[in-house]
Structures are given as structure tokens and as C-alpha cells.
Nanobody
Framework: QVQLVESGGGLVQPGGSLRLSCAAS????????MGWYRQAPGKERELVAT???????NVADSVRGRFTISRDNAKNTVYLQMNSLKPEDTAVYYC???????????????WGQGTQVTVSS
């Protein structure tokens, strides 16, 4: 019953900016991690940036200094501010959540449907 809904993707020129949002809803007891992955045509899915409840972040070297992840705990929403976009950032961006649905329950993983980001001149 957990759903992740992404928004904010689109077409942008190199050097431009986009802000992605991912809102989680449904049965959640605790969120252990929430963040973003991406997959370009012909390539494997890769981590972009993730955010944990302990304020620890994991950020890919390819986006470090350009992308910033943040979240609103009250809304169960995570954001990705994408600046200085490059053509190689073109991909489908997927929201990912890891958490539990009940007390002492197992950790589960969930994926959003993806949002297209295209960087082109």
C-alpha cells in the first residue's frame, strides 16, 4: 500500500536547474532511507543521492556539488535540487524508500514510477 509519487521532471538546457519531488503515502511505521536513483537508456540504474533519518547522505561523485537532497519529514517528502545540469544527467529518475510498516517489522524497499529528466541544447 506504500506509494511514491514523483514530480518535477522535464526538459531543460545545459546549465539549467530542476527540482524533483517525491511524496510517500500509505502504511509506513519508520523510514530508514529515502532518495533518488536514475537510469539512462542502455545503462544500469545508479544511485544519485539518498537521505536517512539520521541525516546521513550518500551522494554520487558525478553529481556532488551540483545536486542537493533535502526532505520534509512532516510530509514524508524528499526533494532533489538539480543545478548546473549536463546532458549526461539525462535519465529517468526514480524515488526509492526503505522502511518498515510495523513495529519490529522487516525493512522493505519501494520504488516510484519514475520521472523523465532531459538535458539538451
Amino acid at each position: 500500500q506504500v506509494q511514491l509519487v514523483e514530480s518535477g521532471g522535464g526538459l531543460v538546457q545545459p546549465g539549467g536547474s530542476l527540482r524533483l519531488s517525491c511524496a510517500a503515502s500509505g502504511s509506513l511505521f519508520n523510514i530508514n532511507a529515502m532518495g533518488w536513483y536514475r537510469q539512462a537508456p542502455g545503462k544500469e540504474r545508479e544511485l544519485v543521492a539518498t537521505y536517512t533519518s539520521g541525516l546521513t547522505t550518500n551522494v554520487a561523485d558525478s553529481v556532488r556539488g551540483r545536486f542537493t537532497i533535502s526532505r520534509d519529514n512532516a510530509k514524508n517528502t524528499v526533494y532533489l535540487q538539480m543545478n548546473s545540469l549536463k546532458p549526461e544527467d539525462t535519465a529517468v529518475y526514480y524515488c526509492n524508500l526503505k522502511g518498515t510498516q510495523r513495529w519490529r517489522g522487516p525493512e522493505l524497499g519501494f520504488w516510484g514510477q519514475g520521472t523523465q529528466v532531459t538535458v539538451s541544447s
